[in-house]
């Protein structure tokens, strides 16, 4: 089916960046693709996804974190700028295709205060 991994996670101080990267194996191309987290404690909630034309965020990332497509087929990046402790979590990687929806293992973000 569609196997997803991510990288990029790690260790970071309140206010740096990181940069997650998700590659899916398909043989089908994926229109869309997200990132999903989920923090200590905490439901897994939505982050950002991109589609044909189209990239949308939840609020309390918006204006920091930037999803983008890679040159490569199947590859998702996402831009996590101005880092703050709440956005504590391990990120998914996320994958929609003919009607069923994929994951990835995740990575862990850790942001120090």
């Known amino acids: 089916q569609v196997q997803l991994v991510e990288s990029g996670g790690g260790l970071v101080q309140a206010g740096g960046s990181l940069r997650l990267s998700c590659t899916a194996s398909?043989?089908?191309?994926?229109?869309?693709m997200g990132w999903y987290r989920r923090a200590p404690g905490k439901e897994r909630e939505y982050v950002a996804i991109?589609?044909?034309?189209?990239?949308d965020y939840a609020d309390s990332v918006k204006d920091r974190f930037t999803i983008s497509r890679g040159n490569a087929k199947n590859t998702v990046y996402l831009q996590m700028n101005t880092l703050k402790s709440e956005d504590t979590g391990v990120y998914y990687c996320?994958?929609?295709?003919?009607?069923?929806?994929?994951w990835g293992q995740g990575t862990q973000v850790t942001v120090s205060s």
């Open positions: 996320y994958a929609h295709l003919r009607g069923s929806d994929y």
């Open positions: 398909t043989f089908f191309t994926l229109n869309t």
């Open positions: 991109t589609g044909i034309g189209i990239a």
